[in-house]
């Protein structure tokens, strides 16, 4: 059975660090794509950043309201994908989530709807 477990989530104040680990089990995703959303309170899930599979390179992308403070990574060995969340805003507070793509060899989407697999959600929360 495919699993995909969050953690590292918490509570930091605006301008602080955390670390997002996304550790899949059950099947490798090695060559998959797989990415973060996240789902605030009242709003639609949104894309946060993806990456493809490791013969992509590490080939990433990531949502223009992020991009230069999160940097998506994997680590195949562990079969686990990190989200380094940096200079934290109270904006970036929600629920995060982990997606993987069932297909091999693709680059992924920033839909949601294109994910296969799904993680149970880690909350951050950002005071100011």
């Known amino acids: 059975q495919v699993q995909l477990v969050e953690s590292g989530g918490g509570l930091v104040q605006a301008g602080g660090s955390l670390r997002l680990s996304c550790a899949a089990s059950?099947?490798?995703?090695?060559?998959?794509?797989m990415g973060w959303f996240r789902q605030a309170p009242g709003k639609e899930r949104e894309f946060v950043a993806r990456?493809?599979?490791?013969?992509?390179?590490?080939?990433?992308d990531y949502a223009d309201s992020v991009k230069g403070r999160f940097t998506i990574s994997r680590d195949s060995a562990k079969n686990t994908v990190y989200l380094q969340m940096n200079s934290l805003k109270p904006e970036d507070t929600a629920v995060y989530y982990c997606?993987?793509?069932?297909?091999?060899?693709?680059?992924?989407?920033?839909?949601?709807?294109?994910?296969?697999?799904w993680g149970q959600g880690t909350q951050v929360t950002v005071s100011s």
């Open positions: 997606a993987a793509d069932e297909d091999s060899y693709s680059y992924g989407s920033q839909s949601a709807g294109y994910y296969d697999y």
């Open positions: 059950g099947r490798t995703f090695n060559n998959n794509a």
């Open positions: 990456i493809g599979g490791s013969w992509s390179g590490g080939r990433t």
